[in-house]
């Protein structure tokens, strides 16, 4: 059974850099049909989709966020990893990481959601 | 970006209501779209996939249709595990989601 789990500090300073990891279990994070990724929610707000990491290592962030955020693959701990650079209180949220299935169609239609999220972890910016 | 217009934002519904949620999208999105349900304190959980299609598990009670721009979540018998926080998202360019629909009991 696939779980997916975050770990990193939940008090991170201002101006410092976040760092999370997932831990995934029950599939690899090297098989082509799935992605893996990242996504926030402010407390009491939507959802915010950060980035994305191919089984390849290729990586797609959000342009809002590009300049501050790193996501790699750590295959032999069958880990992947965020890392936000020069936090501020606006980056307090929870964060989820997520399976991205790479859905593709007889008929040629390709696309793809998140199928199977962690159960999220909260960070909060503060001194 | 692709902006993603959810409504209602809220809406109240008792236990048997058939319940209809809109996403409409900035631009055509094929069918790239994606429903999940939240509940406070948990995380999203995949319903519909590719606008129309039912995540193994889910209940067929929960139906998605449209193409395009415009799409709808329909609950046909709404059942009290299904007061949650709805979402949209897009997956035709780099993923937005939605505002998000919280459906509550009446």
């Known amino acids: 059974q696939l779980q997916l789990q975050e770990s990193g500090p939940g008090l991170v300073k201002p101006s410092e850099t976040l760092s999370l990891s997932c831990t995934v279990s029950?599939?690899?994070?090297?098989?082509?049909?799935?992605?893996w990724g990242w996504i926030r929610q402010p407390p009491g707000k939507g959802l915010e989709w950060v980035g994305t990491?191919?089984?390849?290592?290729?990586?797609y962030y959000n342009s809002s966020l590009k300049s501050r955020v790193t996501i790699s693959l750590h295959t032999s701990k069958n880990q992947f990893s965020l890392t936000l650079s020069s936090v501020t209180a606006a980056d307090t949220a929870v964060y989820y990481c997520?399976?991205?299935?790479?859905?593709?169609?007889?008929?040629?239609?390709?696309?793809?959601?998140?199928?199977?999220w962690g159960q999220g972890t909260l960070v909060t910016v503060s001194s | 970006d692709i902006l993603m217009t959810q409504s209602p934002s809220s809406l109240s519904a008792s236990v048997g209501d058939r319940v209809t949620i809109t996403c409409r999208a900035g631009?055509?999105?094929?069918?790239?779209l994606s429903w999940y349900q939240q509940k406070p304190g948990k995380a999203p959980n995949l319903l519909i996939y590719?606008?129309?299609s039912l995540q193994s598990g889910v209940p067929s009670r929960f139906s998605g249709s449209g193409s395009g721009t415009d799409f709808t979540l329909t609950i046909s018998t709404l059942q009290p595990e299904d007061f949650a926080t709805y979402y949209c998202?897009?997956?035709?360019?780099?993923?937005?989601f939605g505002g998000g629909t919280k459906v509550d009991i009446k």
């Open positions: 997520a399976r991205r299935w790479n859905y593709y169609e007889t008929s040629g239609f390709e696309t793809h959601f998140f199928d199977s």
């Open positions: 029950g599939a690899s994070i090297r098989s082509s049909t799935y992605s």
């Open positions: 990491l191919s089984h390849s290592g290729s990586t």
């Open positions: 631009q055509s999105i094929s069918s790239h």
């Open positions: 590719a606008a129309s």
């Open positions: 998202q897009q997956s035709y360019t780099t993923p937005t």
